[in-house]
């Protein structure tokens, strides 16, 4: 009798754990609105538990839906899978199924969400990694509506990148969103054309190290192919949405960079640095925000040659070079794509910004510093407003600011509600009334 149970109750789990973890899945809300109890401003906290895994996608990608309704975001409520909110009601809703890797990125032009998935043997041996589109609006439709089917209504498999092309999930969506990028595996950029001598490690943490690149898929072909091999490992990859076949990408090193912006064309034609920098200058954080624009943070969070100052936090090994130190010219700034013109569009007293954003109207650009603080720049005046602050510098990120698209909104990830002053939420910070209206 007690084995006949047991054999129940396994059966049980094995046809729940589908169930469970199945895409279309509703978590109750958990939106709060508070005020920053230091500037007024309203907070709308889309998540607020602790210790659920909550983490915005990159902020070099978009992450809302293309109806303006939903934010997509990594979680640990079911692990591996990625959640939905709903800005108005609060509903979360898991949106994959069978798991991610890498980056996870939202359509603008379609209510699609696209991302990876390990492609492994019978031994767990990585194959590839496939790319999976998921149709969002009928996903998200259905499970309002409590009728939800199985994922096959609503995922396709767009085809499957080889182990030899790439063996690092990351992956942009180009602005047509025909096809995606992501980053070729360093023996067969080797095999490539690199104009350049290919560069070694650069920095104490011992990255940066060639050759790298780029390759494409298409999404409805499945086809793979490379784009560009370049002398240097490649980092975090986006695609210009504004200019279909223009992808900008970075020389990741864990810190400074010998030249941190690059952008090439989807062809693999007209590959050229972006910023060109100097040895003074610690670029980071790069992000397409308009059609011919990026914003980039120039850092100036290390001392002054001769400053005896203790400084805490990342970046102070002097194996980082002259670079990132306020003798020079740092802040916000903002790269003319077409032109290559640099606007300095302000940097905060006594700190530093460090994660960068811009709205696509061309009025506003964002940015966190060292303590979590989230700061709004106007660009006609430069008149620098702080938002929100009090975001934990014991959070286990920082908080990675992102505009909506229509420049009402940023979105950032806080621990600013956390019981253990690590775990993040996921917070929508409005832009007071005054200033949305400020240029209309």
């Known amino acids: 009798m007690k084995m006949k149970r047991l054999f129940s109750i396994s059966l049980a789990v094995i046809f729940t754990m589908p169930l469970l973890a199945q895409m279309g899945r509703q978590f109750p ?36 839906t293309s109806d303006g309704q939903w934010v997509v975001f990594r979680s640990d409520r079911v692990r591996g899978e990625a959640m939905a909110v709903n800005e108005e009601n609060g509903h979360i809703v ?15 032009k379609s209510m699609n969400l696209y991302h990876m998935r390990d492609v492994r043997d019978v031994n767990r041996k990585r194959l590839g990694y496939e790319v999976v589109e998921v149709n969002l609006g009928k996903l998200l439709a259905d499970s309002e509506a409590g009728k939800v089917k199985a994922k096959s209504h609503y995922e396709r498999i767009c085809g499957t990148i080889p182990l030899e092309l790439c063996n690092e999930a990351d992956m942009a969506l180009d602005g047509s ?34 050759p790298g690149g780029i390759g494409k898929m298409d999404l409805q072909t499945g086809k793979s192919e490379p784009v560009v091999a370049v002398h240097f490992k490649v980092g975090h990859i986006q695609g210009n949405p504004w200019h279909p076949g223009e992808v900008i990408f970075c020389w990741e090193t864990g810190g400074k960079a ?14 050229r640095p972006i910023y060109r920098e100097t040895e003074h200058d610690w670029v980071t954080h790069e992000a397409v925000i308009s059609e011919d624009e990026l914003v980039i943070a120039i850092l100036g969070h290390r001392p002054i040659a001769g400053d005896n100052t203790k400084r805490e936090g990342p970046g102070q090994e002097p194996e980082w070079g ?4 306020k ?85 950032i990830q806080s621990a600013m509600l956390s019981e253990d002053g690590r ?18």
């Open 322 to 325: 002259p670079s990132g130190t």
């Open 258 to 271: 010998p030249q941190r912006t690059w952008m090439v064309n989807a062809d693999g034609t007209n590959l």
């Open 29 to 64: 809300s958990e939106r709060k609105v508070i005020n920053d109890p230091k500037t007024g401003v309203e907070l709308v906290f889309l998540t607020s538990k602790s210790g659920t895994g909550d983490s915005k996608i990159y902020q070099t990608h978009n992450q809302w």
């Open 177 to 210: 969103e025909t096809f995606v990028y992501f980053r070729l595996n360093k023996e067969f950029a080797r095999k490539m054309p690199i104009a350049e001598p290919i560069a070694e490690n650069f920095g104490p943490r011992h990255m940066g190290a060639g």
């Open 327 to 411: 003798e020079y010219a740092t802040g916000i700034a903002v790269v003319n794509l077409r032109t290559r013109e640099l606007t300095l569009e302000g940097q905060v007293d006594g700190d530093n910004f460090w994660h960068v954003a811009g709205s696509q109207d061309g009025h506003w650009v964002a940015g966190d510093d060292f303590a979590r603080e989230l700061w709004l720049v106007d660009r006609h005046t430069k008149e620098r407003i702080l938002l929100t602050a009090g975001h934990k510098t014991t959070a286990r990120d920082h908080v990675h600011p992102t505009f909506k698209p229509d420049g009402t909104e940023i979105e």
């Open 94 to 108: 898991q949106v994959t199924e069978g798991g991610f890797t890498g980056m996870l990125c939202v359509a603008r």
């Open 423 to 440: 775990s993040m939420n996921i917070c929508i910070v409005r832009l007071p009334k005054e200033l949305r209206e400020r240029y209309k």
